[in-house]
């Protein structure tokens, strides 16, 4: 008697056709060839399927990660900023109070935003204080008074801050809506001024004082002025 082999497609089976138990050799031949050929056919089909599967998936995830994102500021990482360097050090020591120089006063005006045309201008102004402030505490002469776990946290913090907001200065705006120009001369010629300061008092506790004293005003002014402005808080 002839055993034929168990395979486990029923439904290729029946589509070449069984054999009958008293098929010849050649003819056992042709049936397991042309049940080979439908299940690589098969297989080829299965995978094709599989690949078109994917490629679906990579041309969703394509037009997902094309699609124009809102370029926003964040409040609650400018808020996280302003709050490590208010508490980074004690009060002003006294012997640093009569040391604060009357000419330099924040162009707060540069900051502000009164309508949504002048959102732009004043979204990037907020970006190049961020830049100047950054420069301002590359420095690694702070006084010892300061605390060093904040001050860390603080960079690292401001960092991600100009990171995350740098699409700001790709915006693209009508010429007549955007007076980033005139608020960038303002804020250049103040952060001068600071950068100033702190070479021609060579680093000392009562100059830093006055930055951080300074750049406190900027980031209160920003959180407070633009609030509703262009913030994303979450």
């Known amino acids: 008697m002839q055993i034929l082999p168990h395979v486990g497609d029923d439904a290729s089976q029946s589509a070449v056709g069984r054999p009958s138990a008293g098929s010849s050799v050649g003819q056992l031949k042709s049936y ?24 679906s998936i990579l041309l969703c995830i394509a037009q ?6 809102k370029c926003e500021l ?13 508490t980074m050090t004690g009060p002003v020591p006294l012997q640093c109070l009569d040391d ?53 946290s603080f960079r690292s913090s401001w960092d ?3 990171e995350e907001s740098e ?24 952060f001068d001024k600071l950068e100033k300061l702190l070479k021609e008092k060579e680093f000392s506790v009562c100059a830093w004082e006055v ?3 300074e750049v406190l005003s900027v980031l209160q002014f920003i959180l407070v002025e633009n ?8």
């Not at 964040?74 to 208010?86: D, G, I, P, R, S």
């Not at 590359?138 to 860390?152: G, I, N, R, T, Y």
């Open 167 to 190: 699409c700001i200065t790709r915006i693209k705006t009508q010429k007549e809506e955007d007076d980033f120009a005139v608020r960038d001369a303002a804020l250049t010629d103040y």
């Open 32 to 55: 397991f060839e042309e049940l080979e050929e439908k299940l690589r056919v098969k297989t080829s089909l299965r995978m094709a399927f599989q690949c078109l599967s994917w490629i």
């Open 100 to 152: 604060i120089p009357v000419e330099i006063k924040s162009p707060t005006w540069a900051l502000q935003s009164n309508n949504s045309k002048q959102d732009v201008g004043a979204a990037k102004a907020v970006y190049k204080s961020l830049m100047k402030v950054s420069s301002l505490m590359e420095s690694d002469s702070f006084p010892q008074s300061w605390d060093a776990d904040k001050l860390v």
């Open 160 to 162: 991600r801050q100009i």
């Open 74 to 86: 964040q409040q609650t990482l400018m808020a996280k900023t302003h709050n490590l360097l208010e």
């Open 64 to 69: 997902v990660s094309s699609m124009p994102t």
């Open 227 to 234: 609030s509703n402005n262009f913030w994303l808080t979450v």
């Open 211 to 213: 930055v951080r004293r």
